[in-house]
Structure formats: C-alpha cells, structure tokens
C-alpha cells in the first residue's frame, strides 16, 4: 500500500468508528455525514452503504435511504436487512403492493441463513405481521370494490371463489402434475359434477349390491394387499404408504385384465362395472378395485400418472371423518354418492375414524378427448405397455 493510501485509509476507517458510534447512541443526523464521506470515496462496502441507509431512515430521508438501499441490492441482491428496510419505507409511504413484494422477498432471503440477528428477526416478524395487515387491507378492498359493482361472489360460483382466494394468498395454483404422461390443452379441473355422466345414478343405486360383495372380501381377506407395492425391477417412487396394509387394495381388474377368483367373488360389481365406459388399453385398462384405508390413515400429498382419464370413487363403507382433497378443493366422503376427480392434481385422503374406509374405484377417460385422441392413446398407450413386455 502505498503511503498516500494508508492515511486515506486511516481517515475512512475513523469516520466508519464515529459513524457507528452515532447510530448506537441514536444520533443519525452526526452518523449520515460520515457514512456518506466513506460512500463518496468511492471505495465503500455494501455495509457502508446499508449503515448510510440506515442514518437516512431514521431521518425520514426515503430517498436518499432507497438509493442507499439499491446500493446495497446492487452488490448483495438478498441482503435481508436491506430488503426489509425497501418494505418498511414503502409501507411509510402507503404503497402496500410494492411493500408487500420487498416483504416477501426478505422472508424469502432470511431462509438461507442459519442464523439472525435478534434485531432483523424483530423486523422479520414485524415484516411478516404488516404483510398480513397488507394482504388484509387488499381483500377487503377488493370486496369492497365488488359489492360497489354488484357483484354477488357466492352467486358467481366455485371457479370465482378460488380466484379470489389465490388472489389474497389463501389457497396456491394447484395444476395438472401427471407423474409419467401429460397431454396437453386439457382442463384444469379438479371434481366433476357427477351429473354430467349419465351412468352415475344407476352405479349409485347398485351400492348396496357392491357394498355387500366388499364387506364379504373384508371379512375374508384373501386377496388384499398394500395399494402401493414396491415394483420387483425398477426403483421404487417415493410413497409414505408403500408396502403398508394400511392402504390396501382388492383388485377386479388389473393391468387391463380382470382377476378371474376376485371378479367370481363380486358378481354385483362386475356387472356394474361392465355397464361403465372403461377404457379399453391392452395391457393398462381397464382398472378397478376396492380401495381400503385402515382407521387414523392419511395418504399424503401425491399426483396420479396421467392427466388423460378421471378416477371415479363409490364410496361404500365410510365412516364418519372421511374426506378427499383435490387441489384447493375438499369434500367430505358419503356412502353411495359418486366422487369424479382428476388425480393428476395433487391430492390425499384421510380416514380420521376409528372404523375402516372401502371405496369403489375405477378409471373413465376424460369426457374432453375426442374419439380420435382416445383412438389415438390407446394406441400409444398398447404401444408402451407392450415394449415392457418385451423389455420384461
């Protein structure tokens, strides 16, 4: 170094201490001048520049704190004091969508640290409360705004309602997620109306038909096992349920084929079945089984493998505490009353009763394909299924 630099040095170094000590003792309009003689050397630190911002905040001075701040951003973009300090001037000036943004953007930043300071997390809280108030504000203005325009949001229906709620924070996108298969342009819907398929009501009345031949496999037992089985030659998709009794299955058909001992021991349901519009894909469809979920049993978050058909439930023993998530949608589950669902949407299951849950489950296509796609698919689909054959 040389000896000009050393003196320079020694003078930014005395103004950082006396800046410092100012801003400890509370006296901003001593530290500001200081700081900004470091920043002005043009040598600063994105410290320096963040304990200038700091003096100019205390000083109401928001400008000069913002243009500090972008400073500060400019060298380390998830510096979190700085972040949170852009949202708590922005909320000083009554601009709540940009204070919000700065808000989520310094929560976001405090997670990859360990460790905090115990005066950033203050501020991280308080961050975390004002976004709240924010979001608060936003909603009830936005009621507000759609009562003035006479606008009922119950009358304007399930899609309506789940907008406003992804619009204030309370619910996420929850999209189509197939684990191996996406055909596109299709709908994002989660439940369908069971009355748009004009099958349903007579497979709800033959319930009871259905019901008994189940309540004749549980007391039997033969033939159950584990829904999610670990496959013998490939590695196994994560499942918080895998190879566990505790979700079991009863399969009619299977891999396109019915089970000839299961199907002889549930005439009622294979001839319900039969009346049904199950695809038709050698080697994969048709599918259909009792699906068994032991009492206090929760299938946890998941995505079916295609996006192409719906998975439809006949809910046949069903205790009390039974329900079925769907995206943002939850529905109880009722002995006999259909349930028409896209899996490929996350979704899970719980049985919080003390008695077990039996349901009917097939597959059908989606009611949006065109014959033509349909053709298509089960082509394809043939096509892969025999490829493992070969591969097998």
Known sequence: MSSAASPDRARLEALAQQGIAALQRGDAAAARPAFAAIT???TASAQMWLLLAQSCDMLDDRAAARAALARVLAADEHNPYALVMMGEILTREGD?????????????????YQQLPPDLVQRLHRAEAESSA?????????????SAAGVDSAAAGDRFGECLAILAGKAQPHLQQPT???????????FYDPAEFGWTAALEAAMPAIRAEAQGVLAERAGIAPYVEAPPDRPAKAHSLMN???????????AGQPIADH????????????????????GRSPM???????????????????????ICHLPLIVPAGCRLRVGNHT?????????????????????????????????????????AERAGLTALFESVAHYDADQG
């Not at 566990?244 to 299977?254: E, Q, T, V, Y």
């Not at 009722?334 to 597959?363: C, K």
Request: charged residues 20%.
């Open 40 to 42: 002005a050397s043009g």
């Open 96 to 112: 709540d969508r940009a204070a919000v943004a700065w808000y989520g953007r310094a929560l976001a930043a405090a997670g990859r």
């Open 134 to 146: 924010i979001m608060g504000r936003f909603v009830a203005t936005m009621h507000t705004a759609l």
């Open 180 to 190: 191996n298969f996406y055909f596109p342009g299709l709908p994002q819907r989660a």
């Open 244 to 254: 566990d009794p505790r979700w079991s299955a009863f399969h009619l058909f299977r």
């Open 263 to 282: 199907a002889a021991r549930c005439p009622a349901t294979m001839a319900a079945l039969a009346g049904l519009p199950l695809p038709r894909v050698a």
């Open 288 to 310: 259909a089984l009792f699906s068994i979920l032991a009492p206090h049993t929760h299938i946890q978050p998941h995505c079916g493998m295609l996006n192409t058909r719906l």
């Open 331 to 371: 529905r109880g589950v009722e002995a006999g009353r259909m349930l028409i669902f896209d899996d490929s949407i996350e979704h899970e299951a719980w049985n919080d009763s003390d008695d077990v849950r039996v349901v009917l489950i097939f597959e059908i296509w989606r009611p949006e394909l065109s014959k």
